[in-house]
C-alpha cells in the first residue's frame, strides 16, 4: 500500500493543528481506516486462537496428570472397593425450608478460606511451582530480592517475613490490629490465655515463667539495613513493654534475654543466616540465664542428675528460610555450615531423654527443639530442653511442637491430662517458650486446664 502524501494541515489555531493526507483525512482518521480493513488469513487465525487455547488449557492438564500420577500409588486407589465407591449427597433430615436454606448458606466459604485456597491452590500448582522456582532463583542470586515470605538483607542474610512485621508493624496490642486479626484467629491477644494458664498453675502451686523468643531481626536489623551504628539501641514493638509491665503485675514471671543477646551480637554470631533459629552457643547462652531466673537448683525436687556433655560437629546442610524460597533443585543460596553443638548425656552415656512428671516442664516451639536431632532425624540431644536440664542438673520434660508455641503446646499438654498421660504433681515450674512474632501472628485461644 502507498503512503499517503502529507500535504498541509487543518484545525482551529495553532494548537489544534493536525497533519492531513492527501486524501483529505487526518493521519488519525486514515489509521483507523486502515486498522479497519486490516485482515488475516484463515490459517494464522486458526493458529493464533489454537495456541490460545492451548496456554490456557496446559496448566490443568499438568496439574491433573500430577495429581492422577501422586494418586496411583495411594492404597485407597488400589483396594477393591475404590471402583464402586458412590458419594450420595441429600438435603439435611430437616423438614424446615428455613433450616435447610440456612445450612447451605454456611456452606458458602467465607472470604479468608477463599484466599487461603487460592494460596493453597497456587503453592501446589506444579507448571507454576516450576516457573516461579526458576524465577526465583534469578531474583535473588542476582538481584538480592526474597518472596513474600522471605526478605533477603545484607551478604545474604534471610529474615522472616513475620518477624519483620513484628519488629516494623503496629503494637500487637492496638485496638486497630486485634480487630483486624479477630476474623483469622480466635483470639490475637496473648494476655487473656497467659493470664489464664498463671492463675490456674498457681493454684497447683506452679509457677509459670514466660519466655519470648526474640526474632533474628531484633538482635541483626544491620544485616536486614543499615549500618551497625544506626541500631544504638534494639528495635521492638512498641507494645511489647506495656505487654510485659502488664503481665508482670499479676504476678507473671517474664524471662526475656533480648538485651543480652543484643549486647553480645558484635562478638560472635547468634542466628544461623539463612534460618530463624539460634546458633548452638546462643542456645548454651540463653539456657544459663533461663536457669538462674527460675532459681537454681535449690527450687526444683529431686536428686542432682550428673549430667555430663561431650562437643560434637554437625552439618547443618538445609535452612527453613532457604527452603521457603523455592529455589530449583541443586541451587545453594547458602552454603551448608559445620557447627559445634554440647551433647547432653546422663551418668551411663546415654543420650538426654525426657522425664515424665519432671519438677520443670517446658512448653515451646521449632526455638526449642532446634539441636535435638540431626538432619538424619537421629537423636543429638543438644537443644534448649537439653541444655536447660543440664544448667539445673536436674531432669525436666517438655511439650515442643513447631510453630506451636501460641497454642499448639498448650492444647498437647490439656490432651495428655486429660488421657492420663502426663500429671502435674510434681511440677514446680512451667516455661512456656514461644517466638516473640507470635505476638503479631499467633493464635492465642483461651483453654483450661482440666481440673486435677
Known sequence: MEHPRVTG??????????????????????????????????????????????????VPIIQAWSALYNVR?????????ANSAVVRAGWPSTRGVFDRVRRLIALVPSADEIRRFESDFERRSVAGGAIRSKAQAVITSRFGVGNDTVYVGRDRWLFYRTGYDYVTGPGFLSPHLLAGRRSAVQQPDPRPAILRLHEQLARRGITLVLFPTPDKLMIYPDRFHGSAARWATMPQNPSYDLFKKELELEGVQVFDPAADLYSKRDGRQLFLRGDTHWMPETVELVARGLAGAIGGPTRLPGERSNYRVQQVHVVLPQFDLVNLLQLPPGQALIEPITVR??????????????TRSAGVLVLGDSFCMMFEKDQADRPLAAGLPQ??????????????????????????????????????????????????????????????????
Open 73 to 81: 500409588g495411594h492404597a485407597l486407589a488400589r483396594s477393591p472397593g
Open 341 to 354: 553443638v554440647r551433647q547432653v548425656a546422663g551418668p551411663t552415656g546415654d543420650l538426654w531423654t525426657p
Open 9 to 58: 494541515t487543518r484545525g482551529v489555531g495553532q494548537t489544534d493543528a493536525r497533519s492531513i493526507t492527501g486524501a483529505g483525512h487526518t493521519r488519525e482518521e486514515q489509521a483507523v481506516a486502515e486498522l479497519g480493513h486490516t485482515s488475516f488469513s484463515r490459517g494464522v487465525a486458526w493458529s493464533l486462537t489454537a495456541v490460545f487455547l492451548a496456554t490456557l488449557a496446559i
Open 387 to 452: 541444655q536447660l536440664s543440664y544448667e539445673l542438673d536436674r531432669p525436666l520434660d517438655r511439650i515442643c511442637v513447631p510453630g506451636g508455641g501460641s497454642y499448639l503446646s498448650r492444647q498437647l499438654l490439656i490432651n495428655d491430662l486429660v488421657n492420663g498421660k502426663r500429671r502435674l504433681a510434681d511440677v514446680r515450674v512451667v516455661i512456656w517458650q514461644f517466638a516473640i512474632r507470635e505476638l503479631v501472628a499467633g493464635d492465642w485461644r483461651v483453654i483450661d486446664l482440666p481440673e486435677s
